[in-house]
């Protein structure tokens, strides 16, 4: 449940902090959400995003469960990337260093993958893959980038046909995983308590699909099932770049988890993003 859960939120976070005009100077965007599950929150998630003024850009997520989910699954992990940005706006974003590291029910997990020449490089993985995955191909890590990449890469075109219709491909030193973004257009949302936003917003459909890297102990078939998930995108910042401001996704034996922004604003990456009570 959780680790897919775990792919396609950053998926649906990600999916249009690049999708307004995108200039060098853009202060660091800070985004936080809550999700839940029939009505009880069940997990938080931080997004934090800067495109610099030396041709790079950064993205880091942290997602944590959280409420009745936390005394099953207790965990968090922080995910980062950084990298280059092409000067020709339809060129894809180059990554050049990601990483993850977390902490699940007491076991630290820990991912560092370079790049070379577009080619992932893992550095550190633990724990090793033997313990509990089967490895993926080399031929299958060719051609990937992590998901934080992927996406900030994708939603670049969002800025340019104002449509979601992207695909990509990724591995984060463990699994390899594709997603497909298509657009369902515009929608209305109502006021809910658990969020801030109402209005407008343009909603988009997502998909991701395990290719390879399938943990030894859980069921293949399961796994291999496409995991869908919606996200609405709305700009509340004049002058930033839209951001989701309702997820659903779908976490599997819990249903669909329903993520609410609960706030967005400029400001330095090392700041502490506020949560609700």
Excluded at 37 to 60: C, I, K, N, S
Excluded at 192 to 213: M, S
Excluded at 244 to 269: D, N, Q, Y
């Amino acid at each position: 449940m959780w680790p897919s859960m775990r792919a396609l939120i950053p998926l649906a976070a990600c999916l249009s902090f690049a999708a307004g005009p995108v200039l060098a100077d853009t202060a660091p965007i800070r985004a936080s959400y809550t999700g839940y599950v029939a009505g009880m929150p069940v997990m938080e998630l931080d997004a934090e995003f800067q495109f610099g003024t030396d041709g790079r850009y950064r993205v880091v997520t942290t997602f944590r469960t959280r409420g009745i989910v936390a005394a099953f699954v207790s965990g968090e992990q922080t995910s980062r990337t950084e990298g280059i940005v092409p000067r020709q706006p339809d060129a894809a974003l180059q990554p050049v260093r990601y990483s993850m590291d977390g902490l699940w029910n007491g076991r630290t997990r820990r991912i560092a993958v370079d790049y070379d020449r577009g080619a992932p490089i893992i550095r550190a993985l633990e724990p090793a893959n033997t313990d509990e995955r089967e490895p993926v191909p080399a031929d299958k890590q060719q051609g990937t980038v992590d998901v934080l990449t992927a996406l900030a890469t994708l939603t670049r075109a969002v800025s340019r046909t104002g449509a979601c219709e992207g695909q990509a491909a990724t591995f984060d030193g463990r699994r390899r995983t594709d997603f497909v973004a298509t657009t369902v257009g515009q929608e209305v949302l109502e006021r809910d308590r658990r969020g801030i936003f109402v209005g407008q917003a343009t909603a988009c459909r997502f998909e991701g699909r395990q290719i390879a890297g399938f943990h030894r102990n859980f069921d293949r078939t399961e796994s291999e099932r496409p995991r869908q998930g919606r996200a609405w995108i709305a700009r509340l910042i004049a002058d930033a770049p839209p951001v989701p401001v309702r997820m659903e996704v779908e976490t599997g034996f819990f249903g669909s988890a329903v993520i609410h922004l609960t706030k967005v604003e400029r400001g330095g990456l090392a700041t502490p993003v506020s949560r609700p009570n």
